[in-house]
């Protein structure tokens, strides 16, 4: 490219953001807008022309966009077109890497939460954990987008991070990327009448999982309630979230979606289900800090429509919700569009739902499981995660045993 070229580059660019924004920013607006664009068409020149080695204008372009949006929230993101690519697969199969939900919290790398059964979960990591390196690689200033193309790689390949725990403890992993599992759902019968519900994260197909699991716990048994649990269940899709509400839900409002822009403001609500799909039970609910995002939504709507009793510990506070618009060239944004609203009206964003009933987790028996947690000199110390050896299972089912006691839900 010639050096006038390279010029007018900067300047086109400048005026093109200047008329596309011109129609919608007041005077003043305008103004401030058309100083930063210049401010920009100078720095822009100036790196063209005086930069120890010549650089390619399209990667300064791209940087620029990508700290724009990276500015804006830690959610907000530009997907070159392997990463779009790669969410689409996410949502409707499988894919290869460790299996945990990050995000930025603190300006620090951190885990919202393992997916159950992936390599992540067998290794031991935990909501709240901080990663500090991945490989040899420092996360300080790292985007989401840059540290999940890290973590995902192919089956059999070994990834190490160095985790800060509870703001003291700091160690390493390794652990062996594996095919991540995309089935959701899990149930079992905790004794006759009383069920047991484990959905670990929200796709396409959560409800199909869902209705199946249900159909099979009332096959088996007069069902007198459920403990759904939404531990470490870091989100997933809203439309799937909206969907499992709804099964539990015959009237009411669900979730209430609100944005700067008029399409964005939604309100969903549920719906009446066939006769043959009408779960006339309590349930009780089980969150703690990873249960995120869609995880709350489903939480909140139940609890609020006092369809559901609450137990366990805070959750996590993800209550943003992101849009993935495809633009050319097979590229995406990822932009924070909106927040959500629980049918009484609170916005979680950062401050997490509260139990109904704290009860934190402990350990009540030496019996081995093959989730493992990582102490502080990397060995491995036992966490229960059998249903039948919770201790926060135990005392849900405890609960719901003596729900018309304590409670008055509507079902």
Do not use: C
Not at 152 to 174: A, Y
């Amino acid at each position: 490219m010639s050096k006038l070229k390279r010029s007018i580059l900067p300047v086109f660019l400048g005026l093109f953001l200047f008329i596309l924004f011109s129609q919608a920013l007041s005077l003043e607006k305008k103004e401030d807008t058309f100083k930063a664009l210049k401010l920009f068409s100078q720095i822009f020149r100036l790196i063209e022309e005086n930069y120890v080695t010549e650089v390619n204008p399209k990667d300064l372009i791209f940087g620029a966009i990508e700290g724009m949006l990276s500015s804006l929230d830690p959610y907000s993101s530009l997907m070159k077109p392997d990463e779009f690519k790669e969410l689409e697969i996410e949502t409707k199969g499988s894919f290869t890497g460790i299996g945990i939900e990050i995000t930025i919290k603190d300006d620090i790398l951190t885990v919202v939460a393992p997916i159950e059964d992936t390599p992540a979960w067998k290794a031991g990591l935990k909501p709240g954990d901080k990663i500090l390196k991945i490989d040899e690689k420092s996360t300080k200033g790292m985007k989401i987008t840059e540290a999940v193309k890290l973590l995902r790689g192919p089956k059999g390949t070994p990834v190490k991070l160095t985790i800060l725990r509870n703001e003291k403890d700091v160690f390493e992993v390794t652990i062996i990327r594996d095919v991540i599992p995309i089935r959701s759902v899990k149930s079992k019968l905790l004794e006759p009448g009383y069920g047991y519900v484990r959905i670990s994260q929200f796709q396409e197909k959560t409800l199909e999982e869902l209705v199946e699991a249900l159909k099979k716990l009332e096959k088996e048994t007069d069902l007198k309630g459920i403990v759904l649990d939404l531990r470490n269940n870091p989100g997933g899709l809203l439309s799937s979230a909206v969907e499992i509400s709804d099964e539990f839900l015959e009237n009411g409002t669900i979730v209430s979606i609100k944005g700067r822009n008029p399409s964005n403001q939604m309100e969903f609500k549920a719906t009446k289900n066939p006769p043959d799909r009408q779960h006339k039970y309590p349930i009780v609910i089980l969150i703690n800090h990873g249960t995120a995002s869609a995880a709350e939504i489903v939480t909140g709507a139940l609890k609020d429509n006092k369809r559901a009793l609450v137990v366990g510990e805070k959750s996590f506070g993800k209550g943003s919700v992101q849009t993935v618009i495809p633009i050319e060239d097979n590229y995406a944004v990822r932009l924070t569009t909106a927040y959500y609203y629980t049918p009484s009206g609170i916005n979680i964003n950062k401050q997490g739902l509260k139990p109904d009933f704290e009860i934190p987790q402990m350990d009540l028996a030496k019996k081995q499981s093959p989730h493992e947690t990582l102490s502080k000199d990397n060995t491995t110390i036992s966490s229960l995660t059998s249903p039948e050896d919770d201790f926060q299972v135990k005392m849900a089912l405890n609960l719901l045993k003596n729900i018309a006691v304590i409670s008055h839900l509507k079902y």
